[in-house]
C-alpha cells in the first residue's frame, strides 16, 4: 500500500511540491535552472533559523552537562554496581538542577519530517494524481530525484552524476567529522542517556550514509543543514562556553 496516496499525506504532498514549484518560479529570474536546488537549499536556511532557539536550549544543555559532570563520575563511582540505583540518582541530579539529560534532541525530532517529506517528494512519479513537476528539475544536470545508490543501481552514473552526487556526501561526512573532533560528547553515567548521547554522536555518520540512498534533493538538505549545526555550534559555544575540565 502506498501511504503517499492517502488523502491527508497526498494533500500534505500536494501543498509542499505546490510551495516548492511556487518558490522556485520566483527564484528562477536569478537562479535559473538551478531554482528549485536553490528553493530546497533556502527552505532548509528557513527551517534552521526557526530552530535558532532550539539550537541556545541545547547549547545551555550541553554546559549544564558539562558542569554536573563531576558529580556524574561521583555517582558512578558510588553507584556502578546497582544500575537502577545509578539511573535513579542520576535522574535525580538532573531534576534538582532543573535540566535534563537528553535536552537538545528536539533539533532531530523536528528535522526528520521535513527530510523524510523532501525524500518522498522526489520519490514519486505522480502527486495527488498529478505529473510531479519537480522531478523535472537539476542541479549542474543532475535531476533533483536521482541518489547515487539509484544511478549506480541502474547503470546511469555518469561523470556528472558521480561528481555532484559523491561531493554531497563526502561534504556531509567531513562536516561530520569536524563536528565529530570539536564537540566530542562526555554522556552522563550510565542510562539512556548515555545511550542516546551515543547515538547523537554516530548521527554524524548517518547523515553521510544516508546521502548516499536520498534524492539529491534530500542530499542538499542534509549538506546545508550539517554545515549549519557546526557553524551554530561553533558561535554558541563561545557564548555558552563549557567549565574547564
Known amino acids: 500500500m502506498d501511504l503517499s496516496a492517502l488523502p ?3 494533500a500534505i504532498l500536494n501543498a509542499a511540491s505546490s510551495g516548492l514549484l511556487g518558490l522556485a518560479s520566483l527564484l528562477d529570474p536569478l537562479i535559473g535552472t538551478a531554482s528549485a536546488a536553490a528553493a530546497i537549499i533556502l527552505v ?3 527551517v ?3 530552530l535558532i532557539p532550539v539550537g541556545i536550549s541545547q547549547a545551555r544543555a550541553e554546559q549544564t552537562r558539562a558542569r554536573l559532570a563531576p558529580r556524574l563520575r561521583e555517582l558512578q563511582k558510588r553507584h556502578g554496581r546497582d544500575r537502577e540505583r545509578l539511573q535513579r540518582e542520576t535522574m535525580k541530579l538532573y531534576a ?3 535540566a535534563s539529560p537528553l535536552a537538545g534532541c528536539l533539533p532531530l525530532l523536528i528535522q526528520a519530517p521535513v527530510v523524510g517529506l523532501i525524500y518522498t517528494l522526489f520519490l514519486h512519479p505522480a502527486i495527488a494524481g498529478q505529473p510531479n513537476a519537480l522531478l ?3 542541479l ?3 535531476p533533483l530525484g536521482t541518489s547515487l545508490a539509484g544511478a549506480a543501481t541502474h547503470g546511469a552514473l555518469d561523470a556528472t552524476t558521480g561528481v555532484v552526487l559523491g561531493a554531497i556526501v563526502l561534504l556531509i561526512a567531513c562536516v561530520g567529522e569536524i563536528t565529530r573532533r570539536m564537540f566530542r560528547v562526555s554522556p552522563p553515567a550510565g542510562g539512556e542517556a548515555t545511550t542516546m548521547l551515543r547515538m547523537m554522536g554516530l548521527l554524524q555518520y548517518a547523515s553521510a550514509v544516508a546521502a548516499v540512498f536520498v534524492p539529491l534533493a534530500a542530499g542538499l538538505y542534509l549538506v546545508v543543514t550539517v554545515t549549519w549545526t557546526l557553524v551554530q555550534r561553533i558561535v554558541l559555544r563561545r557564548r555558552f562556553p563549557l ?3
Open 243 to 245: 567549565p574547564p575540565g
Open 96 to 98: 534538582d538542577e532543573k
Open 136 to 138: 523535472s528539475h537539476d
Open 48 to 50: 534552521r533559523c526557526a
Open 8 to 10: 491527508p499525506i497526498a
Open 44 to 46: 532548509t536556511l528557513l
Open 140 to 142: 549542474l544536470g543532475v
